[in-house]
């Protein structure tokens, strides 16, 4: 950006800072007062209007010193940084004319007034042909010059970097693609420097013997988790990007209970009660015995209990589960789904589309069901993988449970044909008259 503004560039990181006086700078009066990072900077670069990125702005604390985070409204705010004061320099400073831009990976520890001082620019995952592009581009290039490698002594190739980027590195940016990268140059450098190879093509099968067993697992382990009843894929939005989440179902001899575990916050909590309450008002309809929410305990688990979750819009994931694993039917392979109920059974609109259908793609699933009303979110989606993927638009949850569960198995009953009973001999009636003197 400020190449193609023609101005300078500075950069400020802000992870950890907890002093205001690191933004405003320190009274003169104490011992090793000196200016804020702000106005060092602008010193630093010899300039007045330059592109000032603020990083890790959402990583900023607060203590007995102050908080920063109240010191940056004056300096991002364009009706006052005009007149911005330094404790150290005590003169009006002019930062109107900075252009500032500050990074982010959640805006919940932002605090809500400096929020409002900023327009908020939402950055999406990469898609795998783009992660492909930035490797061949940057990524291999660097890690070759960093490992002592020529150029001609390795080389990889398209599926190499595919079976990489699905099932060792799952993320929404590409970090961990050039760490991955790099353990396969440092394994080929050590071969060529033990004289074991002179120049190696990076295939496949290499990948799987430098970097061992893959981490993720592709759509057949999804397709075998799955195949049990009351197991439903669904997506979610994280501050990293998409991913995938599944939602487990399981029923106990007990009577009228329900549980949810998985590190589960108080918004999905009250998603899972009203999905239950849903599915037991609509019994009927959706073919579930009213004796099976009598007689069995529901317990319900998100895996990666690890990691907290929260949020709405696995409602429409929870009422399926709960669906499915009353009636016994299983959800149709390489399918996802997304969406907030209401307790009438309507499905609302949610958020993150686009991150939670990269995600999608990267399972390996190609059929993702979305609420009516995030149609026009859709076009957001990379044409590439909009072309590869169906969707399905829905507004009630009784359309989720038709598209996504296999449908129910019809039992033909035939009726039994009369026995028609032997004739007994006269031997038979003879014996049986004997017996029964006996008894007497």
């Not at 809500?112 to 950055?123: G, P």
């Not at 080389?155 to 693609?177: P, S």
């Not at 669904?234 to 487990?248: C, Q």
């Not at 859709?378 to 829905?394: G, Y």
């Amino acid at each position: 950006i400020a190449h193609a503004m023609e101005r300078k560039f500075v950069r400020a990181s802000l992870g950890g800072v907890r002093d205001e006086a690191e933004i405003r700078g320190h009274r003169r009066t104490y011992i090793g007062a000196m200016p804020g990072r702000i106005l060092q900077s602008l010193k630093r670069v010899n300039s007045k209007n330059p592109v000032f990125m603020l990083d890790e702005v959402d990583k900023l604390t607060n203590d007995y010193h102050g908080d920063p985070s109240s010191a940056l409204l004056e300096v991002l705010d364009p009706e006052q940084n005009n007149e911005f004061r330094d404790n150290y320099i005590e003169v009006g400073f002019d930062l109107s004319q900075v252009f500032f831009i500050a990074t982010a990976n959640s805006l919940d520890y932002i605090p809500r007034a400096l929020r409002d001082r900023m327009e908020v620019i939402y950055l999406s995952g990469y898609t795998e042909n783009e992660k492909m592009a930035i490797a061949r581009g940057y990524l291999i290039p660097r890690q070759i010059r960093e490992n002592s490698l020529r150029e001609k002594e390795i080389k990889f190739n398209d599926d190499a970097l595919r079976l990489i980027i699905r099932q060792y590195t799952r993320e929404a940016g590409v970090r961990n693609l050039e760490r991955k990268v790099g353990a396969v140059c440092r394994k080929a450098a050590t071969k060529i420097a033990e004289r074991k190879a002179k120049k190696f093509t990076i295939t496949a099968k290499l990948v799987e013997e430098f970097l061992d067993h893959p981490i993720f697992l592709g759509p057949e382990e999804l397709n075998k988790r799955t195949s049990i009843p009351g197991v439903v894929p669904g997506l979610a939005w994280t501050s990293f990007g998409g991913d995938l989440l599944l939602i487990e179902s399981t029923a106990m001899p007990g009577g009228r209970g329900f549980q949810i575990t998985g590190s589960i916050g108080n918004v999905m909590q009250e998603s899972a009660r009203a999905a239950l309450s849903y599915v037991r008002s609509r019994a009927d309809k959706l073919k579930v015995s009213h004796e099976f929410f009598e007689k069995f305990e529901i317990h319900m688990h998100v895996p990666s209990g690890s990691q907290p979750k929260d949020g709405p819009s696995a409602g429409v994931t929870i009422a399926t589960s709960l669906v499915s694993l009353a009636s016994g039917r299983k959800v149709k392979p390489q399918l996802g789904m997304t969406g907030e109920i209401t307790l009438r059974g309507q499905v609302l609109a949610i958020g993150g589309v686009k991150e939670k259908v990269l995600a999608a793609h990267r399972s390996g699933i190609n059929t993702v069901i979305l609420p009516k009303q995030n149609e026009q979110d859709v076009d957001d989606v990379p044409d590439e993988i909009r072309k590869t993927m169906k969707f399905i638009f829905v507004n009630t949850v009784d359309e989720v449970i038709k598209a996504a569960l296999e449908p129910a198995k019809k039992i033909i009953k035939t009726k039994k044909k009369p026995v028609k009973k032997k004739k007994e001999t006269k031997a038979k009636k003879n014996v049986k008259q004997k017996n029964n003197a006996r008894r007497r």
